[in-house]
């Protein structure tokens, strides 16, 4: 990825605001990982001075902002290659002792992207046998070991099929991982009901997103709130 | 009392290396990949080798220098998808590939560099990862065995050096470094930087020069060790 072309989403298309609302994820003092790809630009959501510390599984915490290749250090790198910068406070360590911090249960939340969320919270999110199979990284311990996951995620793939569904198809990242999922069209948890609405983007109907989802929706009593 | 001067050419270092060796290569992507020890192991055209590193690099750098030669029969990783000639090498079945959750692949090293037969983990359980492994029962939990990795020879790549091997490391540049400069039973480190002995305060030493045999200080930083312009 680089660096110099991440432009920061407006949260007037609905990507942007998708971003937007998964940036309100992150509360004050939380250790977080950010995946590869949308999840990492929560980061232009978030201010200056809010209190986060974000943690690189290639081996650092309190990751600083992208830097462009002319002011980059060839030697810092995040997990998806971008080059980014320390802030007062950072650490540099091995993988090792990073993924120790992962499954001890010091990571606070992941943020993660997905081919596939089922009802039950698995998530399939490294592997599509015969197209994609570029190895799963750290993804398997992100999804296992943080103590939050959510999803950040178009609703649909590309050709339009629901990526919520009763059963994931392809291979697991984790099993009943996944608690919330941010989606262009929709803020829904995982229950143990299965997937319930908790927020619909400006602009689209309950009804939009229920026939978005390849799984039941639960909807909860009351209005819908927007984001 | 003085310790001992382990300096030596990375011609020398590399020439010992014999074809069907199981290799530890340090690096996550650029930082930390000793692409100098890579090119010298290509020149003396070192065949049959297993490797075991985090990634494949990127197509035409480091490991790929070996892999698309066809001097590569086994890759033990955990992401290759930044080099797509490895991903082809794969499918088409000219090396074979087996992945490794990331903490998991540190973790099988480190339990090698510390004299440990294995570690047991939950990772990956739910996953095709755990095919063929065998599993234990310890208080009342399932578990997955992960062999101990140690290797013929570790590659590994340092910022600052002394003569004995002590070694320190940059930023983003340590991830699978420090660990497997524990676990092979001849570890070569390049150094950009050689220091006297007694440069390097204790207190700033990762990796004791204990663990290193061969220390090759780098003539110069060449291209590939630079920022990578997608």
Same mark, same amino acid.
């Given at each position: 990825?680089?660096?110099?072309?991440?432009?920061?989403?407006?949260?007037?298309?609905?990507?942007?605001?998708?971003?937007?609302?998964?940036?309100?994820?992150?509360?004050?003092?939380?250790?977080?990982?950010?995946?590869?790809?949308?999840?990492?630009?929560?980061?232009?959501?978030?201010?200056?001075?809010?209190?986060?510390?974000?943690?690189?599984?290639?081996?650092?915490?309190?990751?600083?902002?992208?830097?462009?290749?002319?002011?980059?250090?060839?030697?810092?790198?995040?997990?998806?290659?971008?080059?980014?910068?320390?802030?007062?406070?950072?650490?540099?360590?091995?993988?090792?002792?990073?993924?120790?911090?992962?499954?001890?249960?010091?990571?606070?939340?992941?943020?993660?992207?997905?081919?596939?969320?089922?009802?039950?919270?698995?998530?399939?999110?490294?592997?599509?046998?015969?197209?994609?199979?570029?190895?799963?990284?750290?993804?398997?311990?992100?999804?296992?070991?943080?103590?939050?996951?959510?999803?950040?995620?178009?609703?649909?793939?590309?050709?339009?099929?629901?990526?919520?569904?009763?059963?994931?198809? &392809?291979? &697991?990242?984790?099993?009943?991982?996944?608690?919330?999922?941010?989606?262009? &069209?929709?803020?829904?948890?995982?229950?143990?009901?299965?997937?319930?609405?908790?927020?619909?983007?400006?602009?689209?109907?309950?009804?939009?997103?229920?026939?978005?989802?390849?799984?039941?929706?639960?909807?909860?009593?009351?209005?819908?709130?927007?984001? | 009392?003085?310790?001992?001067?382990?300096?030596?050419?990375?011609?020398?270092?590399?020439?010992?290396?014999?074809?069907?060796?199981?290799?530890?290569?340090?690096?996550?992507?650029?930082?930390?990949?000793?692409?100098?020890?890579?090119?010298?192991?290509?020149?003396?055209?070192?065949?049959?080798?297993?490797? #075991?590193?985090?990634?494949?690099?990127?197509?035409?750098?480091?490991?790929?220098?070996?892999?698309?030669?066809?001097?590569?029969?086994?890759?033990?990783?955990?992401?290759?998808?930044?080099?797509?000639?490895?991903?082809?090498?794969?499918?088409?079945?000219? #090396?074979?590939?087996?992945?490794c959750a990331q903490g998991i692949l540190a973790e099988r090293v480190r339990a090698g560099g510390a004299g440990l037969p294995a570690v047991l983990t939950d990772i990956g359980m739910q996953t095709e990862l755990s095919a063929g492994k065998q599993i234990v029962q310890v208080e009342g939990r399932c578990l997955m065995v992960e062999t101990a990795l140690r290797a013929d020879v570790a590659l590994i790549h340092a910022d600052r050096a002394d003569p004995f091997g002590n070694l320190a490391y940059r930023a983003t540049a340590r991830n699978f470094n420090p660990p497997m400069a524990m676990a092979a039973t001849t570890v070569i480190a390049e150094a950009e930087v050689l220091l006297p002995l007694g440069g390097l305060a204790p207190d700033e030493v990762e990796t004791p020069g204990v663990f290193v045999d061969?220390?090759?200080?780098?003539?110069? #930083?060449?291209?590939?060790?630079?920022?990578?312009?997608?």
């Amino acid at each position: 990825m680089s660096a110099d072309k991440i432009v920061p989403l407006k949260p007037a298309d609905p990507r942007g605001r998708m971003v937007a609302r998964a940036a309100r994820e992150i509360a004050p003092g939380m250790v977080v990982n950010l995946g590869i790809g949308l999840p990492t630009q929560v980061v232009d959501h978030l201010g200056p001075d809010y209190p986060v510390c974000l943690h690189t599984e290639n081996g650092m915490a309190g990751v600083g902002p992208t830097l462009p290749h002319e002011l980059a250090d060839r030697n810092l790198i995040d997990a998806g290659g971008a080059y980014v910068s320390p802030i007062p406070g950072s650490s540099y360590f091995d993988s090792a002792t990073s993924f120790a911090l992962v499954r001890s249960g010091r990571l606070d939340l992941t943020m993660l992207g997905a081919f596939e969320v089922a009802e039950n919270g698995d998530l399939a999110n490294w592997k599509i046998p015969g197209r994609f199979s570029p190895g799963a990284g750290g993804a398997i311990e992100l999804a296992q070991k943080a103590r939050r996951v959510v999803v950040m995620t178009t609703h649909c793939d590309r050709k339009g099929n629901p990526k919520l569904k009763r059963r994931c198809t &392809l291979p &697991l990242t984790a099993a009943g991982a996944v608690t919330r999922i941010f989606t262009d &069209l929709a803020v829904i948890d995982v229950t143990p009901a299965g997937f319930t609405l908790r927020e619909c983007a400006q602009g689209v109907s309950v009804a939009e997103v229920t026939e978005a989802t390849g799984a039941p929706l639960r909807l909860p009593e009351g209005d819908i709130p927007t984001f | 009392m003085k310790l001992s001067d382990k300096t030596t050419s990375m011609a020398e270092a590399v020439a010992a290396i014999p074809d069907g060796a199981t290799v530890m290569v340090g690096g996550f992507g650029v930082p930390g990949t000793p692409f100098a020890l890579l090119a010298e192991l290509a020149r003396q055209d070192k065949r049959d080798l297993t490797l #075991i590193k985090n990634d494949a690099n990127e197509t035409g750098t480091g490991v790929d220098l070996l892999i698309a030669s066809g001097r590569v029969r086994r890759l033990i990783t955990t992401h290759i998808g930044l080099n797509a000639n490895a991903i082809a090498a794969m499918n088409e079945g000219r #090396i074979e590939v087996e992945f490794c959750a990331q903490g998991i692949l540190a973790e099988r090293v480190r339990a090698g560099g510390a004299g440990l037969p294995a570690v047991l983990t939950d990772i990956g359980m739910q996953t095709e990862l755990s095919a063929g492994k065998q599993i234990v029962q310890v208080e009342g939990r399932c578990l997955m065995v992960e062999t101990a990795l140690r290797a013929d020879v570790a590659l590994i790549h340092a910022d600052r050096a002394d003569p004995f091997g002590n070694l320190a490391y940059r930023a983003t540049a340590r991830n699978f470094n420090p660990p497997m400069a524990m676990a092979a039973t001849t570890v070569i480190a390049e150094a950009e930087v050689l220091l006297p002995l007694g440069g390097l305060a204790p207190d700033e030493v990762e990796t004791p020069g204990v663990f290193v045999d061969h220390l090759c200080p780098m003539a110069e #930083i060449t291209e590939e060790y630079g920022v990578v312009r997608r």
